[in-house]
């Protein structure tokens, strides 16, 4: 089970954080995400509906639901959030996952780098969120590549996978956290920071 400690991007370690990936079956992962804030400083948005209230009620979200019942909100990066970037080994199309403590998730399409450009991004419907729970800062995902793999003829060894996160703090503070920084900004769409694998 590989497993990271993400950097902050600014030099402050008063919150780690550290995942790990574990494959289940030949097209399911495990996604694992442990919060180390000793101070009580993350704000946790703890319900779809606190969520909702916290993201002002913008017209411009959606909430659709997957099969599986796990509703997809855009927009999540606004607030705490937990994130997968997953590209393809010497190819240009990307896909972007969002899990909120929450309780909800969105899955994005990019052919390129950061492209379509369009807010909210393109939904992408061919990674599908099996398990999504969130307990004493901890989140644990389990998610599906089935449709991915099959629509891209690859799987787990074509893969590069980017892990970041969004942190708000009780103190309006925001910190983006990463595998590594390699920019001048934070910026979780740069491939050369996806050096984690599965």
């Known amino acids: 089970m590989p497993s990271y400690e993400l950097e902050p991007f600014t030099p402050d370690r008063s919150i780690r954080i550290v995942t790990a990936t574990e494959i289940l079956l030949p097209s399911s992962v495990r996604v694992l995400f442990w919060v180390n804030d000793p101070e009580q400083q993350v704000l946790w948005p703890d319900s779809a509906d606190n969520l909702a209230s916290c993201l002002n009620n913008s017209p411009s979200t959606s909430f659709d639901g997957d099969a599986l019942g796990y509703p997809r909100r855009d927009y999540l990066w606004q607030h705490t959030c937990f994130e997968l970037f ?27 780098y950061r492209e379509p450009a369009q807010l909210p991004p393109v939904a992408a419907h061919d990674v599908q969120l099996l398990e999504l729970k969130n307990q004493s800062q901890k989140l644990e995902a389990v998610l ?32 983006y956290f990463a595998l590594q920084h390699s920019g001048v900004q934070a910026d979780f769409h740069r491939k050369q920071d996806w050096i984690g694998s599965f």
């Open 144 to 175: 599906s590549f089935q449709q991915f793999f099959e629509a891209h003829q690859c799987g787990w060894n074509d893969l590069i996978l980017g892990m970041t996160s969004v942190i708000k703090t009780q103190k309006q503070r925001e910190f």
């Open 86 to 112: 997953i590209g393809l080994k010497n190819q240009t199309v990307y896909r972007e996952i969002n899990l909120s403590p929450a309780g909800v998730w969105n899955c994005y399409g990019f052919e390129n």
